[in-house]
């Protein structure tokens, strides 16, 4: 195992960011892509370098015999039939958020899985952006003192467009709440190391997409929300997101308020959608009860990992600990139950959204 093969099954914006970061790595190569649009499959293996095999269907990479792990970023709806036939392998497999976009088909894979050694982990990235990564650290420190509400707010671009539009459709995504938000839902849990009982959900689609229409269908997810979790051990957990609000300084807020403190992480945007040419760090701040002065501190982030992908770095230490699980031993940081979780509570919102009534889990 000195050199490990990658295979990428996907090879749209995250497929070439997770190519540009698995490099980074060492001791690895980004040996095969598929995909079926020939663009981006012909652009992926440029980014890969000379000797990346091209593939239109992910079977026949599969019976290449070109890897030794295999990361998943097809659009979400494909996620199902890939990982049927990925996990009859035993190969290592990292697959992209949203596991699928129903909760049957994230517990068939569930099942699927069922007895197998070789690791599956979920991407879910955002656990490793720096600022998230400080903040959890203060949490689990005590310096906030019990845990009793946590607030994660994004304003950010709209949707980005894909190969098909398949983005523009619930059908595709699972809805905004589950492709876009399973990232801070898997957050709340992690953070709160409790489970979530109940959903409460508000938003629409008010500015984006209204007069998009693709194949006589018009776009239908949703561009805001505004989503409460109550988990059962007390804490609170609130999620804001506007899918309009380009030109925010920071795009991720995240507060964590205990008996004691309170502390902040502040996450910059992907530099190329900024409007302007300000250095935009990441920080953090500490809020002691009892009107004691504020503490602040950058949370600074190799440039080569800021310009290498979207995340704030976090692909990158995703992809390391991924690959010393594969070489090491150990389980996944981010199991399918976990990935599971985070599209139940994203499907309970999009439901609450639609009947009004909060959902039970």
């Known amino acids: 195992m000195s050199l490990l093969r ?29 995909d ?17 095999k091209a593939f239109a269907d992910y079977k026949e990479l599969l019976s290449s015999g070109l890897a030794d792990v295999l990361v998943v970023a097809s659009p979400n ?73 946590l607030t994660i ?35 709340m849990c992690l953070i709160t190391k409790s489970n979530p009982v109940r959903v409460y959900a508000s938003g629409g689609q008010d500015v984006n997409h209204l007069n998009e229409i693709y194949d006589g269908r018009r776009s239908d997810i949703i561009d805001n929300a505004m989503v409460i979790v109550d988990f059962d051990n007390g804490v609170r957990g609130l999620l804001e997101l506007c899918m309009f609000a380009d030109g925010t300084y920071y795009q991720e807020h995240i507060s964590a ?17 900024w409007s302007d040419t300000s250095e935009r760090e990441a920080q953090i701040i500490v809020s002691p009860r009892l009107s004691k002065l504020p503490e602040q501190r950058p949370v600074p982030v190799d440039e080569t990992l800021l310009s290498a992908g979207d995340h704030h770095g976090s692909t990158y230490y995703q992809h390391l600990y991924f690959n010393r699980t594969i070489r090491e031993g150990g389980k996944p940081d981010v199991t399918l139950k976990d990935g599971t979780r985070a599209v139940e509570i994203g499907t309970a919102a999009e439901l609450s959204i639609r009947t009004h009534q909060p959902v039970l889990l």
């Open 153 to 187: 707010r994004e304003h950010r671009y709209p949707f980005l467009e894909k190969v098909g539009d398949w983005n523009r459709f619930s059908k595709n995504t699972g809805g905004t709440l589950v492709e876009k938000c399973c990232h801070f839902f898997d957050l």
């Open 257 to 273: 308020v205990g008996d004691q403190a309170k502390v902040e992480a502040l996450v910059p945007g992907p530099s190329r959608f």
């Open 77 to 149: 709806h494909t996620h199902v039939d890939v990982m049927e036939d990925i996990l009859a392998t035993n190969l290592p497999i990292l697959i992209e958020k949203p596991l699928c976009t129903t909760l049957e088909d994230c517990r068939k894979v569930e099942a699927l899985a069922e007895g197998r050694t070789a690791p599956v982990w979920v991407a879910m990235e955002y656990r490793y952006m720096p600022p998230v990564a400080a903040l959890m650290e203060e949490i689990d420190n005590g310096t906030i003192g019990d845990l009793k509400s």
């Open 36 to 52: 079926p649009d020939e663009g981006m499959r012909n652009l992926a293996c440029e980014i890969a370098g000379s000797g990346t």
């Open 6 to 34: 990658y295979a990428i099954i996907g090879s749209g914006m995250m497929g070439h960011e997770h190519i540009r970061f698995i490099h980074m790595l060492g001791g690895t190569t980004v040996s095969a892509v598929a």
